[in-house]
């Protein structure tokens, strides 16, 4: 079978890369960068992909240049492009303006991977070094208005550089560009997910071997098809699914888990209540990255107690889990990866359960495109496979929590120089004295959100609004998030007050959820929002003593790109009507900001 070797430099999309050249029916293969020039001779081309990391710096992942005179077709993505031109005799150099987001390409040569483009595309960069100077015999072939070598080429050598992200579905036509790549290295399109399901079968049945599966489960679509494949694989008599209530879970989630899979069929499954573990364990915490770890540590403290009450024997019994690759890629799971945030099931205990071969993820390879297809194929109910996205820390990632008011350095100077930035569109904001998790530049960022100010008469336009918010989280290095305050209009004074997870607090975001997921289900607006964080955080407004929401509707496929929903400004006034009415909100804001640089999930 033909196959494409994608090299692997730690970048945030690396595993995209591979799986956008498999969505094309061409085998895909991830590679650690160093791999030998001698090891390529059975590949019909190679792709580099991103990295966090410079070029230039001491230490920085590096390929072996004598890849690039081997006569396969070469693609080079972000990082990629610029250690191509880098070891080929260019130059490399920190870029004046960071881009992170939209940006439009000028196509300047219609050929090669460019070929049946238009003269104008919309790519999707995360970048703050560029190609400063190209090597002999490459040529630009397309230039954004801050990037003038976004696109190069050496078409005699097939040598392809681009600093925008082809793989990422914010880039309009990267597919285009990719498959154009294909073409170039003449491959046979010859793989689909269905010989996935079968081969993965194969995998799960001499994994378990003799032995038995038991499954933490969410009632999400990544763990419900994951617990259904090892199900066909093996038997449901094999396998037991546990669903733990973490107190952390939605309104009525687990009555609605547990309807849905009794009307899907879906057996062997416990429900078990530990909300009073969970919270007791996070108690006083406000650390992102902690919390993380202590729900990912307690979870398996619940799944030891159910299966020690269950008299299930350890050595009998192997753990399965609903893993996708953006778990694994976002925790640092790669060679070069930078960890962006600990998934509740890539914590300590977890990773050493998996170097002892006591955990299976049947998963752990695809995106949510590809998991929701599986599902299908496999008659997972529709109402399962595509339901939101629900994080399995649950509410304890949107519920954020603070020792008080927390502004960065130089704020005051740093809030006057976007205001100035700003007053050509008539606008004005602040800098929130609270911080949340990014990614930028392949990169855990762990900074502040600027807040726009509109007055009720200001002109609203979300293609507007965006650019502003591209523009400042590209411009100013110390905000990853940019927010528009909805209300109340215009803020007299605000703090960041302590908060940590208590009953009080997510009871609260829990009633604000439920409306807001209500809501967005009866304006048919449910299946155009891939995914609805409604976050609480402590700031408190106007000398008042509630705390204030953040309504985070994105689009996306896989998650490791996302961009904010542009909802009908009457029904954006409806809802935030609908929050404000609720007892303990102050204030309702509506992220702007698209991944990157923001995660699609504030912790």
Partial sequence: ????????????????????????????????????????????????????????????????????????????????????????GGEVSSGKIKEYGQAKLNILKKEGIFEGLNDEE??????????????????????????????????????????????????????????????????????????????????????????KVFMLISGGVDSTVAYALIQKAIGAEYTRGLFVNTGLIRMHEQEEVEKAYKDAGIQNVQFYDASAEFLSALKDKYEPEEKRKIIGNTFLEVKRKVANDLNLNPNEWLLGQGTIYPDTIETGGTKHADKIKTHHNRVEQIEQLIREGKVIEPLQQLYKDEVREVGSKLGVPAEIVWRHPFPGPGLGVRILCSKGDDYPENSATTEREINKYLEPYGMNGKILPIKSVGVQGDARTYRHPFVIELHKDSNHDWKTLGEIATGITNRFANINRVLLMLAPHGIVKMNAKPGYLTQDRVTLLQKVDYRVTEFIKYHKMYSEIWQFPTVLIPLSLNNRNGESIVLRPICSDEAMTASFYPMKWDWVNELTTSIEAIDGVDGVFYDLTNKPPGTIEWE
């Fill in 1 to 88: 079978m033909d196959k494409i070797a994608v090299l692997d430099f730690g970048g945030q999309y690396a595993h995209l890369i591979a799986n956008r050249i498999r969505r094309l029916n061409v085998y895909s293969e991830i590679l650690d960068c160093d791999t030998s020039a001698e090891n390529f001779a059975d590949y019909k081309g190679i792709i580099l992909s991103g990295g966090p990391q410079s070029v230039y710096a001491e230490n920085s992942p590096q390929c072996d240049a004598k890849i690039f005179n081997l006569g396969i077709p070469v693609l080079g993505i972000c990082y990629g492009h610029q250690i191509m031109n880098y070891k080929r």
């Fill in 122 to 211: 919309i790519v999707w960069m995360s970048h703050g070094d560029e190609v400063a100077s190209l090597p002999a015999g490459t040529e630009i072939i397309g230039s954004t208005d801050t990037c003038k070598y976004a696109a190069v080429a050496d078409f005699e050598k097939k040598l392809y550089g681009i600093q925008f992200h082809t793989e990422v579905t914010h880039t309009k036509n990267g597919m285009k560009i990719l498959d154009n790549f294909l073409n170039i290295c003449a491959v046979k399109r010859e793989w689909d997910l269905a010989l996935f399901i079968e081969q993965e079968m194969e995998n799960i049945k001499k994994k378990v071997g003799d032995k």
